[in-house]
């Protein structure tokens, strides 16, 4: 069963919302657990990275998908699956981009990693999201 469009509409920019929070979540305590807190990249980064999903899924579980009501530790743990796959994609965009064709200046790498991975990415989020996590049926 379809949704209608003005519904898919509004799921796609609720997703957006979330998702553009915690972006900004995990970067700005990511620059605070470099910088004045002193921790290492990939101590800050699993933190930041956490909080990130979490405002995500908050984000999600009141707003965009408010009418579903999961219950439990298992939807936050499958959303946060979900947002692991979603960084994998990015890094095998990266990698293959950087190793495997040879793409190795700064700007390629931005492009495989941050463009199309989080394009990739994105969209593997917002279906493994309302898939998985907030089901309608």
């Not at 908050?58 to 707003?63: E, K, P, R, T, V």
């Not at 917002?126 to 898939?131: A, E, I, L, S, V």
Request: charged share 15%; hydrophobic share 50%.
């Amino acid at each position: 069963m379809s949704r209608p469009p003005v519904g898919r509409r509004r799921e796609l920019l609720g997703f957006a919302t979330a998702g553009l929070l915690a972006y900004a979540t995990d970067l700005a305590l990511f620059t605070c657990l470099r910088g004045p807190a002193g921790l290492g990249p990939l101590s800050a980064k699993a933190l930041s990275f956490v909080a990130g999903c979490t405002v995500a899924y908050l984000g999600n579980a009141l707003g965009t998908y408010r009418r579903i009501r999961p219950r439990g530790l298992r939807p936050y743990a499958v959303f946060f699956a979900v947002n692991v796959a979603g960084a994998l994609v990015q890094l095998l965009c990266l990698a293959v981009s950087h190793y495997l064709l040879g793409f190795t200046s700064q700007r390629a790498d931005t492009i495989s990693g941050a463009g199309v991975g989080m394009v990739l990415a994105t969209v593997l989020r917002f279906w493994g999201t309302r898939t998985w996590v907030f089901r309608t049926a």
